[in-house]
C-alpha cells in the first residue's frame, strides 16, 4: 500500500512569488491536513480537508491557501512568498476526521531566498 | 486541546527501556493520547495510542493513569535507530477533526 506522497521533496523560490505543494494520500483516505515545521516554531498545523471542504484552519495568514480535489489529492498554495516561509511542509493523510492516527508524508522542504 | 509538557531530551544506552512522560493536566473527557515519533526531514511517524490503563503493540507500551492527567510511553530495548524526537499529543476522540497540536517534543538519543 502506497504512503502519502508528497511533490516536490524540494524547492527554492524567490521571494515575492508564490508556490504550489501537492500531496496524495493513501488510498481511501479522505482527510488530508497540512503543517508547517520550522527549527523556531516546531509543527504547526495550517489546515484540515475532508471531502473537498476545509474543515480546520491554524494560525496562518490568507498568503497560505489549500483546496482538496475529488480524489482526495490536496495541493497548498503559498502566494507572496516570505524568507520566513521557509520551511519543511509536511502533508498527513487519515481514514476519517478525528482519531488522531495520521500518516505523514516525507514533505517538501521549502527555501525561500 | 490540552497543553501536554514532556522533558526536552533524554538519553539511553541501547538494550535499556526508555520511559517518556507526558504531562496533560487540562486533559477533557473526550480527548485520546497519541504519541509520534520523527527522525531528520521526515514526517512524524504515528506510534500509539490510547484513551484509559494500558494500551500495548509490536513497539511500544502506553501508560495512562486513572485521572489521565499524564501519560508514559515506554520503549523496550531500544537501538540506535530509536533515537528520534518523540511528541506527546491530546485531541478529541472524535468529531475534533485531524488538527493535531504538536509540542516541542523529547529529543531521545541512544547510544551504544
Known amino acids: 500500500k502506497a504512503g502519502v506522497t508528497q511533490t516536490p521533496r524540494y524547492l527554492i523560490k524567490t521571494r515575492g512569488q508564490q508556490v504550489t505543494l501537492s500531496c496524495s494520500p493513501i488510498s481511501g483516505h479522505r482527510s488530508v491536513s497540512w503543517y508547517q515545521q520550522t527549527p523556531g516554531q516546531g509543527l504547526q498545523f495550517l489546515f484540515e480537508?475532508?471531502?473537498?471542504?476545509?474543515?480546520n484552519k491554524g494560525n496562518f495568514p490568507g498568503r497560505f491557501s489549500g483546496r482538496q480535489f475529488s480524489n482526495s489529492r490536496s495541493e497548498m498554495n503559498v502566494s507572496t512568498l516570505e524568507l520566513g516561509d521557509s520551511a519543511l511542509y509536511l502533508c498527513a493523510s487519515s481514514l476519517k476526521q478525528g482519531g488522531g492516527e495520521a500518516f505523514f508524508g516525507q514533505g517538501t522542504r521549502l527555501t525561500v531566498v | 486541546l490540552a497543553k501536554t509538557t514532556q522533558p526536552i531530551s533524554m538519553d539511553s544506552y541501547e538494550g535499556q527501556e526508555v520511559n517518556i512522560t507526558c504531562s496533560h493536566n487540562n486533559i477533557a473527557t473526550n480527548d485520546y493520547i497519541t504519541w509520534y515519533q520523527q527522525f531528520p526531514s521526515q514526517g512524524p511517524r504515528f506510534i500509539i495510542q490510547?484513551?484509559?490503563t494500558k494500551v500495548t503493540n509490536e513497539v511500544a507500551s502506553l501508560f495512562i493513569p486513572a485521572d489521565r492527567k499524564s501519560s508514559t510511553l515506554s520503549l523496550p530495548r531500544v537501538s540506535l535507530s530509536d533515537t528520534a524526537v518523540y511528541y506527546c499529543?491530546?485531541?478529541?476522540?472524535?468529531?475534533?477533526?485531524?488538527?493535531?497540536?504538536f509540542g516541542t517534543g523529547t529529543q531521545l538519543k541512544v547510544e551504544l
Open positions: 490510547g484513551y484509559k
Open positions: 480537508y475532508f471531502s473537498e471542504t476545509q474543515r
Open positions: 499529543l491530546v485531541g478529541e476522540l472524535t468529531g475534533g477533526g485531524n488538527k493535531l497540536t
